[in-house]
């Protein structure tokens, strides 16, 4: 990522060209939590530009802290946050620093191994601290997104979400403010911290999982082959800003899923021989 996607993603930019605003998600989800202590010990692991340390500042919170791996991005987010980004993965964050709050927003899917978070953020949590994972929900998330970005490395359900902390002795919950098309994930070691929590604002996996394995095996099968409006209904939100998954199954329908794979492999080598030479 740090040679190339992220070089991709940053290299069209340069730091005036980034209007940095506040996100409130991660904020309003503290607050279903009944965070009172504004002075806890937070980090944002893969914290871009700052949008979201920016909202939790916003909201009062005092002790941020962020890592990120993006050299551009660190010295976007360390114009507000400064002497407080590391600029880093997980990992390289110094060991002797301890959590009370160390959330994630949209990158353990392209961790090569989440496990090796979760070990991580065990031993760097405070012992009645909080773990906070968002990320794309494999169940309803558009299946071509799921299936052929290639920077995301796993998908997740909450099923395997929840044992993924289950694992690393965890318990879970799942926040309701997130979009149908995300999970917001809460860990804890102690559930009694749930208790404290707005109960209306969270659900447990099993009331988040909407699928069978066998319908979510179909779901993913469908774009590739022609289907029933059944399938059609498994297979796309029902959302305005998904319409557009139905003009593109008809076209990879068209073009045929092997074809259209075998181009994207061509134009990834291609790319990658023509960075090197």
């Not at 740090?2 to 989800?29: C, F, G, H, N």
């Not at 890592?67 to 390289?92: A, H, L, W």
Request: net charge neutral.
């Amino acid at each position: 990522y740090r040679s190339e996607w992220m070089k991709d993603q940053d290299s069209a930019k340069t730091l005036d060209d980034y209007s940095v605003k506040p996100m409130d998600k991660i904020a309003r989800l503290f607050a279903s939590m009944n965070i009172s202590d504004k002075n806890v010990r937070i980090l944002d692991v893969g914290c871009g530009a700052g949008t979201k340390l920016l909202g939790l500042k916003e909201a009062g919170y005092t002790d941020l802290s962020g890592c990120e791996m993006s050299d551009q991005r660190v010295e976007i987010t360390s114009r507000y946050f400064p002497g407080k980004i590391y600029n880093v993965g997980y990992s390289g964050v110094p060991k002797d620093n301890k959590f009370y709050i160390i959330y994630s927003s949209h990158v353990v899917e392209h961790m090569y191994n989440p496990r090796d978070f979760f070990s991580w953020a065990a031993a760097a949590l405070e012992d009645d601290g909080f773990i906070v994972i968002s990320l794309p929900n494999a169940e309803k998330e558009p299946v071509f997104q799921q299936v052929l970005f290639l920077p995301h490395l796993h998908s997740f359900s909450p099923l395997s979400l929840h044992r993924l902390g289950e694992t690393h002795g965890f318990q879970s919950t799942f926040w309701q403010g997130a979009n149908q098309a995300e999970i917001m994930c809460v860990f804890t070691r102690n559930p009694k911290h749930f208790k404290t929590f707005n109960q209306s604002d969270f659900r447990s996996w099993q009331d988040r999982t909407g699928h069978t394995i066998e319908e979510l095996v179909e779901r993913t099968r469908a774009p590739w082959s022609e289907t029933s409006g059944k399938t059609m209904t498994l297979t796309y939100i029902s959302s305005p800003q998904y319409n557009c998954e139905r003009t593109l199954w008809r076209s990879y329908v068209r073009l045929g899923w092997f074809s259209d794979i075998l181009l994207r492999i061509v134009y990834f080598v291609s790319k990658h021989l023509l960075s090197i030479g």
